[in-house]
C-alpha cells in the first residue's frame, strides 16, 4: 500500500507563476514531513520540512503548507525559476529524526521559460 | 569529499551473479541509510545504521540482501545471487545523529544497477 502519494506525475508551469505540487498520505501516525529535489543522475536534495505541530512552513520562494485533517500537504513555489525543473518527492516520517523517510513516487516539474 | 560517495555507478550484472555496492558517508555522519529506487517510483527504504549497529532492516526484500558498515563509517551492500527485479538504482544516505534539527538525509548520486 502507497503511504504517501503524489497523484500527478509531472506538471508543467510558466516562468514567474506559481508552481504546486500535492501530496497525500495515508499513515495518520506520521508526523513530519519534507519535499526533496532530484535532478536526473544526482541523489535527492533536501528542500524543506515542516512539522504536525505546524500548519505552515516558508524559506524564501518555497512554502510548506500542512493539512492534517485532510492528510495533505502541499509545496508552493513562488515565482518559479527555470532552474527548478526537476523531480519532486514528498517524504513522512512518524518523529522527527527518526528517518526512515516513506517517499511518494515524485512529480516532474518543469518551467518552461 | 564533502558529499556521500557511492561507488559503482553504474553496474550490470547477469542473474544470478552476486554485486557489491559501496557508500562512503560524509564524514562524522553517525547515521547511514539504504534506500532502493525502482523507476518511476520513489526510494524506498531498505535499512539504517547507528555507527556499525545495524537498527533497522526491515526494508530488505529478501536474505539475498545483506547490509554492513564494520567500522561505523564505509558501508557495503551486498546482493547475492541477482535476480532482473533487483534492478534499480541504490541510494546511500547519511546525517547526523538525530539528523539534526530537520531531519535532513544527505543523498549520494546512486549506483544504478541493471540485471540482465
Known amino acids: 500500500d502507497q503511504q504517501v502519494k503524489q497523484n500527478s506525475p509531472s506538471l508543467s508551469v510558466q516562468e514567474g507563476r506559481i508552481s504546486i505540487l500535492n501530496c497525500d498520505y495515508t499513515n495518520s501516525m506520521f508526523d513530519y514531513f519534507l519535499w526533496y529535489k532530484k535532478y536526473p543522475a544526482e541523489g535527492p536534495t533536501f528542500l524543506i520540512s515542516?512539522?504536525?505541530?505546524?500548519d505552515k512552513n516558508e524559506d524564501g520562494r518555497f512554502t510548506v503548507f500542512l493539512n492534517k485533517s485532510a492528510k495533505h500537504l502541499s509545496l508552493h513555489i513562488v515565482p518559479s525559476q527555470p532552474g527548478d525543473s526537476a523531480v519532486y518527492f514528498c517524504?513522512?516520517?512518524?518523529?522527527?529524526?527518526?528517518?526512515?523517510?516513506?517517499f511518494g513516487q515524485g512529480t516532474r516539474l518543469t518551467i518552461n521559460p | 569529499g564533502a558529499g556521500v560517495s557511492q561507488s559503482p555507478r553504474y553496474k550490470v550484472a547477469k542473474r544470478g551473479q552476486d554485486v557489491a555496492l559501496r557508500c562512503d558517508p560524509i564524514s562524522g555522519h553517525v547515521s547511514l541509510f539504504w534506500y532502493q529506487q525502482a523507476l518511476g517510483q520513489g526510494p524506498e527504504f531498505l535499512t539504517y545504521?547507528?555507527?556499525?549497529?545495524?537498527?533497522?532492516k526491515s526494508g530488505l526484500p529478501s536474505d539475498r540482501f545483506f547490509a554492513e558498515r564494520p567500522e561505523g563509517s564505509v558501508s557495503t551492500l551486498k546482493i547475492q545471487r541477482t535476480q532482473q527485479e533487483d534492478s534499480a538504482v541504490y541510494l546511500c544516505?547519511?546525517?547526523?545523529?538525530?539528523?539534526?534539527?530537520?531531519?535532513?538525509?544527505?543523498f549520494g548520486e546512486g549506483s544504478r544497477l541493471t540485471v540482465l
Open positions: 544516505a547519511s546525517s547526523l545523529a538525530g539528523g539534526g534539527n530537520t531531519g535532513e538525509l544527505f
Open positions: 517524504a513522512a516520517s512518524v518523529t522527527q529524526g527518526a528517518q526512515k523517510l516513506v
Open positions: 545504521f547507528q555507527n556499525e549497529a545495524q537498527l533497522d
Open positions: 515542516i512539522s504536525s505541530i505546524k
